[in-house]
């Protein structure tokens, strides 16, 4: 019999130090990203180390609550969330391209990674939101409801921004942005 790889240590897991090292080691990067879009502020580091875990964890999170808000109706929500999802993506490939065309010093993929983590604000208020349409439906919850989606609408945009300050040759970042 061979013999079984080495556990990682940790209790009740099984699995093998290398790919739970690895796993642990992206959910941190995911994790750091996720902060700094919370926090917006410049870092090359960011931009040289991408990825498409964070930004696909938020579209599907996105995708399935505006799906889950949607169950109520007569439809059963599945085309809502391949739409969400679609429009995500194709919007991220199009901007991407678009910066391409202006030359932009990114990647395609890092370009992809820091539109797909600006989403996280738009998340969060999807998820205050439908906690707020919990309530009773009024004036005063609809304020609510208006503040919060402006306010991490303009914070999407913030931390974009101040992910892709140093990338667009100074004549071109109005433009791109």
Sequence with gaps: ????????????????RPLFNTIMRDLKAV??????????????????????WGPLILCVTL?????????????????????????????AVTTTLNSKLLERNLSFFQSLCVLGYRILPL????????????????????????FVVIVMFAWSI????????????PNRKALAI
């Excluded at 913030?158 to 040759?169: E, I, K, V």
Aim: with cysteine; aromatic share 10%; net charge neutral.
């Design 31 to 52: 994790g750091k990203k996720f902060m700094h879009v919370l926090y917006p502020r410049k870092s090359n580091s960011l931009l040289r180390d991408w990825d498409l």
């Design 123 to 146: 998340t969060v208020s999807m998820l205050v939101c439908q906690l707020v349409l919990l309530a009773e439906q009024g004036p005063i919850n609809f304020m609510v409801w208006l």
């Design 158 to 169: 913030a931390a974009s921004t101040a992910f892709l300050a140093d990338s667009q040759p």
């Design 1 to 16: 019999m061979a013999k079984a790889a080495e556990s990682s240590g940790e209790p009740g897991t099984t699995w093998p």
């Design 63 to 91: 995708a399935s609550m505006l799906q889950r808000s949607s169950v109520d109706s007569e439809k059963d929500g599945g085309p809502q969330f391949a739409e969400v999802f679609v429009i995500v993506w194709f919007r």
